[in-house]
């Protein structure tokens, strides 16, 4: 199972790690060429300006776009998600708004409850987090901190404002590889 960690800048150093951890082979994705073959996709955390910058720059956009798009199970997590956004490659039908938590809240932790997550609430760490400002009727919100949502789905994608590689929890991981398994098994042989 090989999953592509877009690899431009931010932390996708902390995703590979946990995917090994998982048995999977992570792949660190910079141009179009490393797309080819993967079974699913990480956008990782960082800062959204110079990734979109360097998509850009590698003539990134369309593969990973068409990717996405042809239900390639994919986790976006804080600058992943607005990269998703209606305003970016236009994936998800959905706005983000950057830095959301305003100035003296930019980072924080707290336990969120996540429908159709088992096994309890999870520690979600947010540093200098977006939201997600609006979203379309295909976009399922799966939680929520102060009325905004910061984890949605739709299809095969998951979209989250925190930064689940950086906790114990492999949940969100697991749920990537599982959506992997399962598209492998529909798949005509
Ligand atoms: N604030 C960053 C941005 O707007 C995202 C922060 C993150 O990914 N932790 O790009």
Known sequence: ???????IQGDFEAHAALLAGFGAEPREVRT????????GLILPGGE?????LGIEREGLAEPLRDLVESGTPTLATCAGLII???NHLDVLDL???????????????TNLELSGLDGGPLRA???????????GPDVEVLAEVDGHPVAVRDG???AVAFHPE????????RWLLDAVAMRAEKAPA
């Open 1 to 7: 199972m090989i999953v592509g960690v877009l690899a």
């Open 32 to 39: 179009p060429a490393d797309l080819e073959g993967i079974d």
């Open 48 to 52: 959204s300006t110079t990734m979109t």
């Open 84 to 86: 998703l956004d209606r």
């Open 95 to 109: 706005t983000t708004r950057r830095n959301a938590f305003g100035r003296q809240v930019r980072s924080f932790e």
């Open 125 to 135: 760490v947010f540093i200098r987090a977006p939201w997600v400002e609006e979203c």
């Open 156 to 158: 095969n994608v998951l």
């Open 166 to 173: 950086l906790t114990e929890d492999g949940r969100f991981h």
